[in-house]
């Protein structure tokens, strides 16, 4: 069985949950693949037989970005697909929209997962000085 885990991560929280999921498949002797959607087409979805879909909550849902980059997304060879995502401290009804919207595609999604993790959206009020003197 061929499992395609596909992940958007801004800050590395969905990358090190991505990689702990491929680390575990791996131990059960699964066939896995651990893409970036930066790095693989939408379109090569099909090569594979179970997706399992990786990102962060912005703004209660899916990134704007990569709505537009799953809507290009091929069917796997079951169209089952495994959702999870990583949060700050509240998805809403995040995984509901992102849901309807797989099977609106003819996907077949078994699972949600919502994890918490240190919230990347109050970086943008960050400003790094450097280092003090
Ligand atoms: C623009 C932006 C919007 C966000 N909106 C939410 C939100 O609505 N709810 C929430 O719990 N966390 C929110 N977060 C926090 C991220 O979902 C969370 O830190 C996530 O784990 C980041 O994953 P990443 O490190 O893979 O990018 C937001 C972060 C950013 C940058």
């Given amino acids: 069985m061929k499992i395609l885990?596909?992940?958007?991560?801004?800050?590395?929280?969905?990358?090190?949950?991505?990689?702990?999921?491929?680390?575990?498949?791996?131990?059960?002797?699964?066939?896995?693949?651990?893409?970036?959607?930066?790095?693989?087409?939408p379109i090569d979805t099909q090569n594979f037989d179970v997706l399992i879909l990786g990102y962060p909550i912005y703004a209660c849902d899916m990134p704007v970005f990569l709505q537009a980059y799953v809507n290009q997304l091929t069917l796997p060879v079951t169209k089952n697909v495994i959702v999870?995502?990583?949060?700050?401290?509240?998805?809403?009804?995040?995984?509901?929209?992102?849901?309807k919207r797989l099977i609106n595609k003819g996907m077949r999604p078994l699972h949600f997962e919502e994890i918490k993790m240190p919230g990347s959206d109050g970086?943008?009020?960050f400003r790094w000085k450097g280092p003090s003197a």
Wanted: proline share 0%; charged share 20%.
């Fill in 5 to 41: 885990i596909l992940y958007f991560s801004g800050t590395g929280n969905t990358y090190f949950m991505a990689n702990k999921i491929r680390n575990e498949l791996y131990r059960w002797d699964y066939d896995v693949y651990l893409y970036s959607v930066e790095d693989f087409q």
């Fill in 84 to 99: 999870f995502s990583t949060m700050g401290i509240y998805g809403a009804k995040a995984s509901l929209k992102v849901g």
């Fill in 123 to 125: 970086l943008v009020k």
